[in-house]
């Protein structure tokens, strides 16, 4: 590794870290591919553990340090490494939260759906959360609950954003994800492809997500909506079943992200503990 020593946060070899948010540095190298953030040392573990090659760190001079700051630091040949003090880099805003340790990493190219879906059994698709917490503990609950596949539509938030990616404890780098074509109807592909679809929704005739019909096929994909509006209309009418998770004590529904742990351990997990 080489390590470069910064004093001035103005210096343009941080510009990747410094000088655009999320949503420039995705368009940055077009019509190539974009770059993403990350940060904590698990992260991006996670993120090499994927394959993807980091295009520098920047790391406050301590942690260069710890030793699971090094062992990122090791796999990474003759990276660039920045380094600065920490009265320096606090001026960064939320550098607190990043464990000492960020990485510059080009985007790797988004795989086909198709292909992806030809290979799954348990899928979830996001339609049109935009809040990148609620996109990265959903993640967490599709990884650890047995999904093979997260499917997103277009204005989803990202899941490569630091506070999705971080949220999700880096399982945004592990489990397959993409995004739904533009021009495509979500719940025709997944048809297509002989998956069951389950919408999440409070609407007349939902059944419980206890209710064994749901877990009576062989490929199941499991619909969460918009923290707002929830899942749109023609989704619920194009679904096999609408579900709930029924309620107590006067509350009507959780946050979306609760209801992910809650629906996935039913219809995914349930069929291990059958």
């Given at each position: ?163 999705a990616a971080r949220v999700s404890m880096g399982t945004v ?102």
């Amino acid at each position: 590794m080489k390590i470069i020593k910064i004093n001035d946060l103005g210096d343009d070899r941080l510009s990747l870290y410094i000088g655009y948010n999320e949503p420039s540095l995705l368009h940055i190298n077009e019509p190539g591919p974009g770059v993403f953030i990350s940060e904590t040392p698990m992260v991006i573990q996670r993120v090499l553990d994927a394959g993807i090659s980091p295009l520098s760190f920047f790391v406050e001079e301590r942690s260069i340090e710890r030793e699971e700051v090094r062992s990122i630091l090791a796999r990474c040949g003759e990276c660039n490494v920045f380094t600065a003090p920490l009265d320096v880099i606090n001026h960064i805003t939320g550098f607190n939260l990043t464990r000492g340790v960020l990485g510059a990493f080009l985007r790797p190219a988004l795989r086909d759906p198709d292909e992806l879906l030809s290979s799954s059994r348990h899928v979830v698709l996001l339609e049109d959360i935009v809040n990148p917490t609620n996109v990265g503990a959903i993640f967490r609950s599709a990884a650890a609950l047995g999904a093979d596949l997260v499917l997103l539509t277009r204005a989803s938030s990202d899941p490569y954003y630091r506070r999705a990616a971080r949220v999700s404890m880096g399982t945004v780098f592990q489990i397959p994800w993409t995004y739904v074509p533009d021009g495509c109807d979500p719940v025709r592909m997944l048809h297509f492809h002989d998956f069951s679809v389950i919408s999440m929704a409070l609407v007349e005739g939902a059944i419980p997500v206890s209710d064994p019909v749901l877990q009576s096929h062989k490929k199941t994909a499991v619909v969460f909506g918009s923290e707002g509006d929830g899942i749109s209309k023609r989704t619920i009418d194009d679904s096999d079943h609408v579900a709930i998770i029924p309620m107590h004590n006067g509350v009507d529904s959780l946050n979306v992200a609760a209801s992910s742990a809650v629906a996935l351990y039913e219809l995914f997990s349930g069929h291990q503990r059958t």
